[in-house]
């Protein structure tokens, strides 16, 4: 039984269209085995650009609604101004789930 996505496009063709850039995250982030700040040492970006790009790949590949993604970017955006707390970015987080 293949499984497909939201998108139904089945998930071997939705991750051979990867770009080499979302590849090479992918492939860094599963090396890292999820752990963001490690991708963060090892590609030399900021916890938000690992989120940012974990969302946009997600988003390729069908397995994240925009509309999810874009609700944690702007926590995130809002908490990178200093218009919030980590602690109530971290509780907008939890509540968005």
């Given at each position: ?26 492939i ?8 963001i ?5 090892r590609?030399?970006i900021s916890?938000?650009t ?8 997600l ?27 980590v602690a109530?970015?971290v ?7």
């Open positions: 039984m293949q499984h497909y996505h939201s998108r139904r496009i089945p998930y071997k063709q939705a991750f051979i269209s990867l770009s080499d850039e979302d590849s090479k995250f992918l860094i982030f599963l090396r890292s085995r999820g752990n700040k490690e991708v963060q040492e590609m030399n916890y938000p690992v989120k940012n790009r974990l969302d946009k790949l988003i390729t590949l069908g397995l994240l609604d925009e509309s999810e993604g874009l609700k944690e970017k702007e926590i995130l955006a809002t908490l990178e101004r200093g218009e919030i707390t109530e970015a509780k907008l987080v939890k509540e968005a789930e």
